[in-house]
């Protein structure tokens, strides 16, 4: 995207360019009913699309050298709603139900979202252009209390170090 289509973005749209690279990650996994605990890698894809309205993130996580779990993302803002959205689908295989939404808080952004299944919420959270932190909790449908699903710290990295997209 050249700077002039950027500029020409809305504030909130240009917030999620941050995302918007290629990185990699260390991540803890927590003991869940879809997986067990323990540590893992990952590699994430996201560009651009659509003059900067979307990005669109690729993520594969790797546990003792074996793709563990996928996803593809779309991030967007939802200026009738006043939300940053995020549609995504996974190697699980559930069909959101609808997109998770949310806001900035300074250099966080937290979506939410509910299934049949419970609560999920996703916070990102840039320290600086070229690192960023990730949080994943759940809380089961009837329960108050969220649990820590994955967390990780990922870096931007050359787009040629990320194999396999």
């Known amino acids: 995207m ?7 973005l809305s504030a909130d749209h240009q917030r999620l360019q941050a995302l918007v690279g290629a990185w990699r990650g260390e991540e803890e996994v927590a003991d869940t009913q879809w997986a067990d605990g323990g540590t893992a890698t990952s590699e994430v894809l996201a560009e651009a699309e659509f003059g900067g309205q979307f990005v669109v993130q690729r993520y594969r996580q790797r546990r003792d050298g074996t793709i563990s779990f996928g996803s593809h993302t779309v991030f967007g803002v939802d200026h009738q709603n006043g939300v940053g959205t995020m549609h995504q689908f996974d190697s699980m295989g559930f069909v959101p139900l609808s997109p998770a939404t949310g806001m900035w808080n ?8 509910s299934s049949p299944r419970g609560f999920a919420r996703v916070t990102y959270i840039f320290d600086d252009a070229d690192t960023y932190r990730m949080r994943l909790h759940f809380k089961p449908a009837g329960s108050d209390d969220w649990q820590d699903m ?16």
Do not use: H, K, Q, T
């Open 106 to 113: 300074g250099n966080e952004l937290v979506l939410e979202r």
């Open 150 to 165: 994955v967390s990780g710290v990922y870096r931007r990295v050359s787009p040629s170090s990320i194999n396999g997209f």
């Open 2 to 8: 050249n700077a002039a289509s950027f500029s020409s």
